[in-house]
T-cell receptor, first 112, second 114 residues
Framework: QKEVEQNSGPLSVPEGAIASLNCTYSDRGSQSFFWYRQYSGKSPELIMSIYSNGDKEDGRFTAQLNKASQYVSLLIRDSQPSDSATYLCAGRAGAGSYQLTFGKGTKLSVIP | DTAVSQTPKYLVTQMGNDKSIKCEQNLGHDTMYWYKQDSKKFLKIMFSYNNKELIINETVPNRFSPKSPDKAHLNLHINSLELGDSAVYFC?????????????FGDGTRLSIL
């Protein structure tokens, strides 16, 4: 069974620090990975996608993918209280796969 | 303009009733999805349609029946509602069914069964 695992947290970091969110996946065939942010009572919102090994940066966010070790991470630099949310990692297998498998999410709290 | 819109936003009803949730996307996407998010916030795929064709049908009670009249609409009908059906149901869409296409979510329908 294809699984995406995340530490459910909560993860607490002080304002201005780097928040590091991690995700591992069981399906070696997984090709595409996505990080979604979900505020309480709201819908998941896509913040990053990554398809190749290495780092991908977008503003304060950096996604990292290591296919050999089967992990994906999201770094949030200069964390702000507005970053407090649940972060969902999702993976999709390769060509022919229709399904996105979500982890259970990591709740992040940024303390002012 | 809302990209993926669901109605209703809240649905409170009694056990045994039948209800429908509607979803529409104006992104021109080919693929649409229904997810269920339970009280522990776990987001689980239920169904997916690509251009009106059912392509994902997870292990879901047959009381749940999706319908896609066209590729911009995906509705979910639930018969004989049970307490365990209480959850938030999210509709999502993606440009196509494969590859590197992210999914865009609607605001969710919060279903509460009394």
């Amino acid at each position: 069974q294809k699984e995406v695992e995340q530490n459910s947290g909560p993860l607490s970091v002080p304002e201005g620090a780097i928040a590091s969110l991690n995700c591992t996946y069981s399906d070696r065939g997984s090709q595409s990975f996505f990080w979604y942010r979900q505020y309480s009572g709201k819908s998941p919102e896509l913040i990053m996608s990554i398809y190749s090994n290495g780092d991908k940066e977008d503003g304060r966010f950096t996604a990292q993918l290591n296919k050999a070790s089967q992990y994906v991470s999201l770094l949030i630099r200069d964390s702000q209280p507005s970053d407090s949310a649940t972060y969902l990692c999702a993976g999709r297998a390769g060509a022919g796969s229709y399904q996105l498998t979500f982890g259970k999410g990591t709740k992040l709290s940024v303390i002012p | 303009d809302t990209a993926v819109s669901q109605t209703p936003k809240y649905l409170v009803t009694q056990m045994g009733n039948d209800k429908s949730i509607k979803c529409e996307q104006n992104l021109g996407h080919d693929t649409m999805y229904w997810y269920k998010q339970d009280s522990k916030k776990f987001l689980k795929i239920m169904f997916s349609y690509n251009n009106k064709e059912l392509i994902i049908n997870e292990t879901v009670p047959n009381r749940f029946s999706p319908k896609s009249p066209d590729k911009a609409h995906l509705n979910l009908h639930i018969n004989s509602l049970e307490l365990g059906d209480s959850a938030v149901y999210f509709c999502a869409s993606s440009q196509s069914r494969v590859g590197n296409q992210p999914q865009h979510f609607g605001d969710g329908t919060r279903l509460s069964i009394l």
